[in-house]
Every structure is written in C-alpha cells, then in structure tokens.
C-alpha cells in the first residue's frame, strides 16, 4: 500500500519531462484550501440568508430545543431507579420529584409518559430544524446560483477564453451544494453538537462534580487525535478533490473526442492514462479511510475508558452511600452520548471548511469585474448602419494601466517595434458605407474574425477607435449595439430544444409568420415541414440530430428571423456541402438586400459578388476594392485567387498541378504554375 502511495504521488508531480511540464505551474480556483472559517466569507454569505432569516431563526431555537430534549432522557431514567427503583428510595427536593406519585408503579408510569412526551417534542422540533433549514438552504443555492449564472452572462468574451467550462459549471453545482451542505448540515449540527454538550456537562456538574470531572479526564486524549484526525482528512480531502477534477477533465476530453481516439487506435494509451488519474483519486481516497479507521475506535476505547472510571468510582460511592444508582445510571448515559458531538463536530468542521473553500472560489467569480460594459453615459448613433475603423491596434495579450498608457502615446513605428506585444491588428483603418457589402478575405490568423468581434464590443480595441452608427462603439449601450449584428459563424450551434425555439431565441417579438418566412427565404422550410413535428421537432444537445448543414440553414434563419442592421458572416458557407451551398447562395441576395453585411469567406462566389474586398495579411489591411480592380493589381489577392479559387475554374489536372506546385514552392510557385 505504501508503495502505491508513493507511486501516486509521484504521479501527481510531474518532473521535467517536457519544457511545459518544467514550467512552474500556476495554482488554479480547484486548489484553493482556504481557512477552516472565514468571518469575511460567513458575513457575506449571511446575506443571502437575509431574507429567509425568520426561518433560520426558528431552525436555531429548534434544534437548541431538542439538544435540551436529549438531555432530559437520562435524567428521567436516574428518578425512575433512585425514586421507585432501589430498596432505599430517594424522594428528592427537586420539583420534578414533588410533582411524581409516591405510588411506585404509578410514578414509574408517570416518568414512561413523561419519557415518550419528551420523544415527540423532540421529534417536532427534529422535523421543524430540518424542514426549514433544508427549505431556506434551497432558497440560498437558487439565488446563488442565479447571481453566478446572471454574472457569467455579464462577463466579457475574453474571460471564457481563460476559464474553462468545466470550473465555471463546478462553480454553479458542486460549490454551490458544499455551500447547501453547511447551512444545512454544518452549521446546524455544529450549533445543535454546541449545544448538548453544554447541556449535558451542566447536567453532570450539577449531578456530581466529581464524577464529571473524572468523565471529562480523557477529553485532553480525543482533541489531539481529533486534532490529528482533523489535520489528515483535510489534505486528504484535498487531494480527493483535485482528483476528481482531474478524472472529470480527463473523461470529458477524451469522451468527446472518442472518434479521434479511436481512428488513431489510442484506446489502450488512453486507457493508461485515465488509470494513473483514476489511482491518484484512489490512493487519496484510501487516505481518508485509513484516517477515519483510526480516529472512530480511538474515540470509542477513550469513551469507553471515561465509562468505565465511572462505573469503577461510582460503585465506590454506592458501596460507601455517597452516590445513588441513579446517577451512576445517568452519568453512563451522558458519557456514551457527550462523545457522539465531540465525533460530529470533527466531521462538520470538514463541510465547514468544503464550504469556506467554495465560498472562496465563488466569491472570486463574482468580484472578477467585466472588463467591457456600458457607459454610465450612453451616446445614440445617427442609425446609419456605417462601420469605421480609425487606425485599430489589437492584441489579445492583457496590459497593465501603465503598458496602456504607453500604447495611447506611442508612435505606429514604436508599436511595431515592440517585440513582446503580439499585435493580431496593426493600424487598420477602412469604412464600410451603409447597405454596402464587404469581403474580408486572407490566410488564418490575418485578423479576420477578430475585426468582427471588435465590431460587436466583445473585446475592446488597444489602440484607435471603431464607429457604428458614427459613434465609438465604447461610448454605446451594449445591448442596443449588439441588436444591430446577426452572426452567422463557420460552426453552426444549436442548444437543446425545437428548431422553433433556436430560430426565435426566446425573442417574443418574432412571429410564427415572421419564423415562417425567414426559414422560406434560406430554403430550410420545405426541410422543416418533412419533420414529423416541423418546427416542433426537437433537437438534441447542439444539434446533433440534424447534418451539419441543416444546422447551418437554422442557424441563417435564426439571423435573418431576427431582422439585422448589420449581417455577419463568418465563413458560413465553409462547412456546408454543395447543395446546402447553392441553397444558401440564392438566399445571400435576399438576406444582404438592405443591410450592411461583412462577409468572411474564401469561396470564389461569394467575394466576386462583394461591392468590396479588404485584403488581410499578418494584422495589417493591405488590399482594398473590387474583385476586378484586386485582380488587375496583382497582388496579394491576386495570388489567393490563382492558388484557392481559379482552380475551381481549370480541369482537375492542372489544379492538381497548381495544387502541388503551391504546396512544394508556395503563393508564387503556385501561381506561376497556373498562370501556363
């Protein structure tokens, strides 16, 4: 066993196979630990117990009330047996006693009543504490998770490209319920623990001092094994943690991409892989068994030693007339249950840390600011629909205040001349007129897609300034300006639903005419109505009951159904096959007829009909104007249509010829070999 520990661990510690794996690695959200508790945290977190805190209220007094309840038990049985129960009864002074039959069966029958009553007052109060505690607990993770998912909306593009979907969903579900299990299991029994044992060591020095004080000789033993317990669980539990991170990752990542496993013939290394992650989980797993194997009989041989120095001085005492049946009876009862809470509270104080610990997480989520949001002062544009970019700089690198600074006061050439800045846009500046239609062709990572994404403020330009409307777009309200854009991308999504509710996205605006007419104008319609429930039909988790294209002629309808000032398309046409093509061809003129429209394409047909074609390369637009006067300049477009478009135009031999000249001497070499 101690060599699969040490096997695991070292696991766990990659060393420096690879220049990656030598890096140091950066500590993620998933192995935060946190403090035990944390009064900031708890503060907080009570005020989203605020509104229920009348319910909350009642919760602590019922199970303050039944820790009282458990306590009286004892007690009656100690009266049962020094009452009517010892050849030599003792009456008593207390008021309990005055109030009981000196018939011995009838008292006996008294005290068994008085025993059952005291059962149910401590069942309503258990079902009272529990019900509201478990009802205000739901309320709490509703409100949390509904800021969580509401702030999430609210954060910039750019905060999903360094977040993964997988920690942000850990957020909304296991954080959230370690939260649910403190308020509901946790603090609770930690307060009802708190509770008897103070009820119950009141309850023993008020009996006999002497004998409480040798019952509590053994506690300084249990805190340092609960100490030790405490101690161990807690980076076991954390390992524990990080495994199942890691299996959850893993298996989604390689369940996703099973086909890919499989074509490659990789299932016996995945299959490895996945059992050196799943043995991490185990080893860290048996951690903990080993801990609580060891702490619960630890607990129990102490207890049992308290119970047994009571039997030993408490039958002195009976021996010697100085202490009654009764309370050598009581003080049993009380040791075997003042040991339970000192047991429980070392659990809890395990969910109490889970909880510190996702509170930390959560909370860390929902201060993270979005970077882009709306003016506190909004200025309307003239409806124009005109796009302007005046001399944009871009970089998706993340820049302190003073870099920004510099970047706003240094020259183009300065700029350029920055070697550690990777600039996707370099002064970029163009104008697309209203209800023109604009092509933006150029090889991947020349900046295409990004110049969308400006456009709608999902990111912030570094330098310069993009109009819509004539105004910068950061002086806009967010919301209005993105209802001017409908996207339709090279891959087309769809959530889980009917093909009506992808089209409409829950805009009520939008009729059944309205969805009708737009899935008619991108030829999807006569498709929809061959379904058993036609726009009813369901569809599976992204799609995946529809092809690719089909997909795609939803996704164009849902643009135009949503009638756009501006319409993009993002290589839309790139993922489709010919008949879908040629059926999104003949709907292009209806949905671009009006409106503004930036095309990113690279398929001959739909740059030719473009009024112009901007020319990206490497960040920087080089190219500018129709396909005809781009042609008669010979440049770089001129080469991008010899090598990608005009051999759609020649027999299969010589494109194949252009083809491999391009591959073995590049654009020119392709070119030339075209151009015989």
């Known amino acids: 066993m101690a060599e699969e520990q040490d096997k695991a661990r070292a696991e766990e510690q990659p060393g420096p196979k690879s220049d990656a794996a030598a890096r140091p690695r950066v500590k993620t959200d998933d192995e935060i630990t946190g403090k035990a508790y944390d009064t900031r945290l708890m503060l ?166 002497r004998l409480a004080l040798l019952t509590f000789a053994v506690l300084p033993l249990i805190v340092v094994a609960t100490n030790l317990f ?43 892989d996945f059992e050196a992650v799943n043995r991490q989980h185990m080893v860290a797993f048996k951690d903990t068994i080993f801990a609580y194997a060891l702490y619960y009989p630890a607990v129990e041989i102490l207890s049992s030693i308290a119970i047994a120095m009571i039997v030993w001085r408490g039958g002195v005492g009976v021996i010697g007339g100085t202490i009654t049946i009764g309370i050598i009876s009581a003080f049993i009862q009380y040791a075997q249950r003042f040991f339970r809470p000192i047991q429980d509270l070392s659990e809890k104080f395990n969910i109490l840390q889970a909880a510190m610990t996702a509170c930390e997480r959560i909370f860390k989520l929902l201060d993270t600011p979005s970077q882009i949001e709306s003016p506190q002062v909004v200025r309307a544009g003239d409806g124009s629909n005109r796009i302007e970019f005046r001399h944009v700089w871009f970089t998706y690198q993340e820049m302190s205040d003073e870099e920004r600074a510099w970047v706003a006061s240094a020259t183009d ?37 990004t110049l969308t994404s400006l456009m709608m403020r999902f990111y912030d330009v570094t330098r310069g ?16 300006l993105r209802r001017h854009f409908a996207v339709v991308l090279q891959d087309p999504y769809l959530f889980t639903g009917t093909i009506a509710e992808n089209i409409r996205l829950g805009a009520e605006e939008i009729t059944d005419e309205r969805m009708r007419q737009a899935a008619r104008d991108v030829n999807v319609l006569e498709f929809v109505e061959s379904l058993p429930k036609q726009f009813d039909e369901p569809v599976l988790e992204r799609g995946n009951s529809l092809s690719t294209g089909q997909k795609q002629l939803v996704n164009f309808a849902r643009a135009l159904a949503f009638d756009p000032k501006i319409l993009i398309l993002d290589e839309a046409t790139s993922s489709v096959d010919t008949d879908t093509e040629l059926r999104i061809r003949m709907a292009l003129e209806k949905m671009i007829a009006g409106r503004t429209s930036v095309l990113i394409a690279h398929r001959l047909s739909t740059v030719q009909r473009a009024d112009a074609i901007l020319v990206m390369h490497k960040g920087q637009l080089r190219e500018k104007g129709s396909h005809q006067e781009l042609l008669a300049v010979r440049g ?41």
């Open 230 to 272: 405490r101690i161990s669980v807690r980076a076991s539990y954390r390992r524990v943690r990080t495994a199942i991170a890691r299996i959850n990752s893993f298996t989604q990542e390689h369940v996703s991409g099973m086909s890919v496993v499989q074509l490659f013939n990789r299932e016996q290394r995945a299959y490895e």
């Open 465 to 480: 300034a993009i109009l819509i409307d004539g105004v910068d777009v950061r002086e806009q309200d967010l919301e209005q």
């Open 44 to 209: 907080r977190l009570a005020g989203y117990l605020r509104p229920y805190r009348v319910q909350a209220a009642v919760s602590v007094v019922a199970v303050s009330l039944r820790a009282a309840t458990d306590a009286a038990g004892p007690y009656l049985v100690k009266v049962a047996l020094d009452r009517y129960m010892t050849r030599e009864a003792h009456v008593g002074t207390g008021w309990l006693s005055r109030q009981l039959s000196s018939d011995a069966r009838v008292g006996v029958g008294q005290l068994a009543l008085l025993y059952l009553a005291v059962l149910l007052v401590a069942y309503v109060f258990e079902f009272t504490q529990t019900y509201l505690m478990q009802w205000t607990g739901q309320k709490v993770m509703f409100d949390l998770r509904r800021e969580i998912f509401r702030h999430m909306q609210r954060m910039h593009v750019a905060f999903f490209d360094t977040n993964a979907v997988g920690r942000l969903v850990t957020r909304l579900t296991s954080d959230v319920d370690a939260i649910n299990d403190m308020f509901t299991s946790g603090v609770l029994a930690m307060i009802d623990d708190v509770f008897a044992l103070t009820i119950m060591v009141v309850a023993m020095l008020a009996m006999n001092w």
């Open 636 to 676: 770089i477009y001129y080469k991008l249509y010899q090598l990608q478009y005009r051999d759609q135009e020649l027999p299969a031999g010589n494109a194949g010829a252009a083809l491999r000249a391009g591959l073995d001497g590049g654009l020119d070499a392709g070119a030339a070999a075209l151009a015989h």
């Open 413 to 449: 050439a300065e700029l350029a001349a920055r070697s550690d800045i990777e600039w996707i846009l370099k002064d970029v500046s163009f104008v697309v007129e209203p209800g023109e239609t604009v092509a933006i062709v150029g090889h991947t990572g020349a900046g295409k897609t």
